[in-house]
């Protein structure tokens, strides 16, 4: 294993590019959507598990500054949740050619409970940060991290002492305190004797990093008080909604339009309360509550992954379809428009067939 990672970094771009061709070629294998499709799902998936863990190896490259980090024996909680998106539509088709269309949702149920469990860990061991991609992606970004307002204008005003902070930046004080400061900071930087600079890079070197503890969740919520309350609640909402989903599908069928918009409601519901967390007054001496940049993108996205309800039964049987369908026979009859027309429409109405393309989960 040892020497497979040596190679792996060692052609990093080779590898890349390699992974990204057999990927592209997956879509030429034959009987997509017919009898035999398991094959071609199941080399599918293994290859995109292989591609998961050379991106794994890549990313966790030491650096020639740094010694080799000591690796754990088990795969992080991320890559594992990665691994199981790339095995979970191979699941879906092997128990749908198994075992039926209806008992298939029992097997899709089950791969859904062991993502909300494992995205659950997750939320606790990174302190109760929100799930990037689905907690595919450490959320490593602070809310500490976030600018405050007197500091948006600039960093100016964190080099002039308080006293004068009213001053226009623009004045001939304000520059002069400014260039002060500067000429201070610089100062001490030359000051400072070249052998403590190399003995502090050196103890930076050799201690060992600090361990920061983990808040429990009663420790955070009494930490964050009621703005931390809807920011639990809110992602709690995003893990659990594929889980009530498929729950409800698997009980009224995949045609009813109660699991749809229960879906829909817990999804809208969820994104309304971590939105209007920055909204919520603060009433106490608790540290504000804020999301960070990563955060912010990361809602931006989840609001994005609602278009998927246009692809989900019985939404997409009744309207999308149909729609599908008259704009290829509006097409048709143009030249190479109409044929690739027909083979998108196609595509689309093959896939549509299987929940975890377009699960959003």
């Known amino acids: 294993m040892?020497?497979?990672?040596?190679?792996?970094?060692?052609?990093?771009?080779?590898?890349?590019?390699?992974?990204?061709l057999i990927n592209g070629l997956t879509w030429?294998?034959?009987?997509?959507?017919?009898?035999?499709?398991?094959?071609?799902?199941?080399?599918?998936?293994?290859?995109?598990?292989?591609?998961?863990?050379?991106?794994?190896?890549?990313?966790?490259?030491?650096?020639?500054?740094?010694?080799?980090?000591?690796?754990?024996?088990?795969?992080?909680?991320?890559?594992?949740?990665?691994?199981?998106?790339?095995?979970?539509?191979?699941?879906?088709?092997?128990?749908?050619?198994?075992?039926?269309?209806?008992?298939?949702?029992?097997?899709?149920?089950?791969?859904?409970?062991?993502?909300?469990?494992?995205r659950?860990?997750?939320?606790?061991?990174?302190?109760?940060?929100?799930?990037?991609?689905?907690?595919?992606?450490?959320?490593?970004?602070?809310?500490?991290?976030?600018?405050r307002p007197e500091e948006r204008n600039g960093n100016l005003q964190m080099h002039i002492p308080k006293n004068v902070r009213g001053l226009n930046s623009y004045n001939l004080e304000g520059r002069a305190l400014s260039a002060l400061n500067s000429l201070g900071e610089h100062a001490r930087m030359v000051s400072e004797p070249t052998w403590l600079r190399r003995v502090?890079?050196?103890?930076?070197?050799?201690?060992?990093?600090?361990?920061?503890?983990?808040?429990?969740l009663s420790t955070f919520l009494s930490e964050k008080g009621f703005p931390g309350s809807l920011f639990v609640t809110g992602e709690a909402m995003f893990v659990l909604r594929p889980l009530i989903y498929v729950l409800l599908v698997r009980k009224y069928g995949a045609r009813s339009w109660f699991p749809w918009v229960i879906s829909l409601a817990v999804d809208v519901i969820g994104n309304g309360i971590l939105s209007c967390i920055n909204l919520c007054p603060q009433?106490?001496?608790?540290?504000?509550?804020?999301?960070?940049?990563?955060?912010?993108?990361?809602?931006?996205?989840?609001?994005?992954?609602?278009?998927?309800?246009?692809?989900?039964?019985?939404?997409?049987s009744t309207y999308t379809r149909r729609r599908l369908e008259s704009t290829q026979k509006l097409v048709e009859p143009i030249p190479i428009v109409g044929f690739f027309t027909e083979k998108l429409v196609e595509l689309i109405i093959g896939s549509q067939t299987r929940y975890t393309y377009f699960s959003g989960a």
């Open 2 to 20: 040892e020497a497979y990672k040596r190679w792996v970094r060692t052609n990093r771009d080779f590898v890349r590019q390699l992974g990204s």
């Open 28 to 118: 030429l294998l034959p009987d997509e959507f017919g009898y035999s499709e398991i094959g071609p799902e199941a080399v599918s998936s293994l290859l995109g598990m292989m591609t998961t863990i050379n991106e794994h190896i890549i990313d966790t490259t030491p650096t020639r500054m740094q010694t080799p980090p000591s690796e754990p024996s088990f795969l992080p909680l991320s890559l594992c949740l990665t691994l199981l998106k790339d095995l979970e539509t191979l699941v879906e088709v092997a128990a749908e050619q198994l075992c039926g269309e209806e008992k298939k949702w029992n097997f899709i149920a089950i791969t859904e409970a062991v993502k909300v469990l494992v």
């Open 120 to 147: 659950l860990i997750v939320f606790r061991n990174s302190g109760y940060k929100m799930l990037l991609l689905g907690g595919e992606t450490e959320n490593t970004e602070n809310s500490s991290d976030v600018p």
């Open 200 to 216: 502090q890079h050196q103890q930076t070197i050799i201690e060992p990093p600090t361990v920061v503890m983990k808040p429990s």
């Open 283 to 316: 009433r106490s001496k608790r540290p504000q509550f804020q999301l960070s940049n990563s955060e912010k993108d990361e809602l931006k996205r989840r609001k994005l992954l609602w278009a998927l309800y246009l692809m989900r039964d019985p939404f997409f």
